[in-house]
């Protein structure tokens, strides 16, 4: 199948710093990509939805000022944590689809950050 | 709302072992339903799928039967590897949007 991948796999950060996680298909142009965060032993949680060249579509209750989202090519989006706190700290997983729709959508072996 | 239910807890079972995990949904509409598999240190990955009533999904010896009468979709092995050791997701899609359960760890062991 397709590859997603996330870089970085782990991040440790300060309180009060921004942190940026970066999501690329490897091998597919992704029409669409997701951002879930996931907490212990929880279901994914959708953040956002991003369109490349579109502004992101946040579900309710996820900060836009918060966790920036940029999608500027059909391979690469970004998440940017800004100004983290301790309960920032999760597993960030990111998911990019094809033209396929749902059933071509491919996830990435997520991000680990944790807020000092 | 659109929400998948899985059974409690992790799994351990033996190798060669018959693996059942449990999922129920409540769905508007009418979803299509996925088993996700996540092995350790990679992405979530589609294992089965079946897109109406009675459909059966299978893959790599899993199968799921959707169950529309009972609104499940139960995930089953008969025989069991080390190698199936993971994190399995039940996971609905409806207008285009996927939910997903908590997930069930499974440890196999020799």
């Known amino acids: 199948g397709a590859v997603v991948s996330q870089h970085p796999s782990w991040v440790i950060c300060k309180s009060g710093t921004s942190v940026k996680i970066e999501c690329r298909s490897l091998d597919f142009q992704a029409t669409t990509m997701f951002w879930y965060r996931q907490f212990p032993k929880q279901s994914l949680m959708l953040m956002a939805t991003s369109n490349e060249g579109s502004k992101a579509t946040y579900e309710q209750g996820v900060e836009k000022d918060k966790f920036l989202i940029n999608h500027a090519s059909l391979t690469l989006s970004t998440l940017t944590v800004t100004s983290a706190h301790p309960e920032d700290s999760s597993f960030y997983i990111c998911?990019?689809?094809?033209?396929?729709?749902?059933?071509?959508?491919?996830f990435g072996p997520g991000t680990r950050l944790l807020v000092l | 709302g659109n929400s998948v239910t899985q059974m409690e807890g992790p799994v351990t079972l033996s190798e060669e072992a018959f693996l059942t995990i449990n999922c129920t949904y409540t769905a508007t509409g009418y979803p299509s339903l996925f088993w996700y598999v996540q092995y350790p240190g990679e992405g979530l990955q589609l294992l089965l799928k079946?897109?109406?009533?009675?459909d059966k999904g299978s893959n790599k010896g899993f199968e799921a039967t959707y169950r529309k009468e009972t609104t499940s979709f139960h995930l089953e092995k008969g025989s069991v590897q080390v190698s199936d050791s993971a994190v399995y997701f039940c996971?609905?899609?409806?207008?285009?949007?996927?939910?997903f359960g908590k997930g069930n760890q499974v440890v196999v062991i020799p």
């Open positions: 996971v609905l899609l409806v207008n285009n949007r996927l939910a």
């Open positions: 079946a897109t109406k009533a009675d």
């Open positions: 998911s990019a689809r094809g033209a396929g729709g749902a059933e071509t959508q491919y």
